[in-house]
């Protein structure tokens, strides 16, 4: 088992940043894919970015040059930095990881984006 504790969220203006963090309770070092989702209401919950254990990174194309995954295997912990926030960031965001074939994700936090 693992879990996943994610932190960061706020209310930010329009044009801001935020930093969400992950941590989980077991070591990462192994853990090939880590990913951050986010679900806004009345929508399907969706890919924001993913990392994998060497460093290889995706995203979404509605994130692309705003958003940056980065990871700290020391500290067990995924980040999500958000620049350049929009009214439609406006989510809960999740992270996942992939561990010994079992998915796990995290309780979410909520991000709101003011025009």
């Known amino acids: 088992q693992v879990q996943l504790v994610e932190s960061g969220g706020g209310l930010v203006q329009a044009g801001g940043s935020l930093r969400l963090s992950c941590a989980a309770s077991r070591s990462i070092f192994s853990v090939n894919f880590m990913g951050w989702y986010r679900q806004a209401p009345g929508k399907q919950r969706e890919l924001v970015a993913t990392?994998?254990?060497?460093?290889?990174?995706n995203y979404a194309d509605f994130v692309k040059g705003r958003f940056t995954i980065s990871r700290d295997n020391a500290k067990n912990t995924v980040y999500l930095q958000m620049n350049s926030l929009k009214p439609e960031d406006t989510a809960v965001y999740y992270c996942?990881?992939?561990?010994?074939?079992?998915?796990?994700w995290g309780q979410g936090t909520q991000v709101t984006v003011s025009s």
């Open positions: 990392i994998t254990s060497s460093g290889n990174t």
């Open positions: 996942k990881i992939v561990r010994d074939f079992l998915g796990y």
